[in-house]
Nanobody, 125 residues
Framework: VQLVESGGGMVQPGGSLRLSCEAS????????MCWVRQAPGKGPEWVST???????????YYADSVKGRFTISRDNDKNIVYLQMNSLKPEDTALYYC????????????????WGQGTQVTVSS
């Protein structure tokens, strides 16, 4: 299993970035996929999940801190999961990880079994 993130960088407040995570080594389409971030000096924070696509399409979930600003999507033909981030704020500064969900718990949180190496997002004027 390999997850490779890209698309991070430095942006001014109010700006946008699109993160990508290329997955390989497993059947991508049958897994929920997540984005998790970690700010300096803080623990990991779940950001968003997109579940496996069924005939009704994929359901998406967002942390309250990013709801309405971030959009997660996936391309099962290319084995890529995206995170479109708009209206970025300084508090969004973090290392962003793509993670494969191993278990969805009853409280609609996820446990992860594989992580990428992360891509840095810095929001600063």
């Amino acid at each position: 299993v390999q997850l490779v993130e890209s698309g991070g960088g430095m942006v001014q407040p109010g700006g946008s970035l699109r993160l990508s995570c290329e997955a390989s080594g497993f059947t991508f389409s049958i897994y929920d996929m997540c984005w998790v971030r970690q700010a300096p000096g803080k623990g990991p924070e779940w950001v968003s999940t997109i579940d496996r696509v069924d005939r009704d399409g994929a359901t998406t979930y967002y942390a309250d801190s990013v709801k309405g600003r971030f959009t997660i999507s996936r391309d099962n033909d290319k084995n890529i999961v995206y995170l479109q981030m708009n209206s970025l704020k300084p508090e969004d500064t973090a290392l962003y990880y793509c993670a494969r969900a191993a278990v969805r718990k009853a409280d609609q949180s996820w446990e992860y079994d594989y992580w990428g190496q992360g891509t840095q997002v810095t929001v600063s004027s």
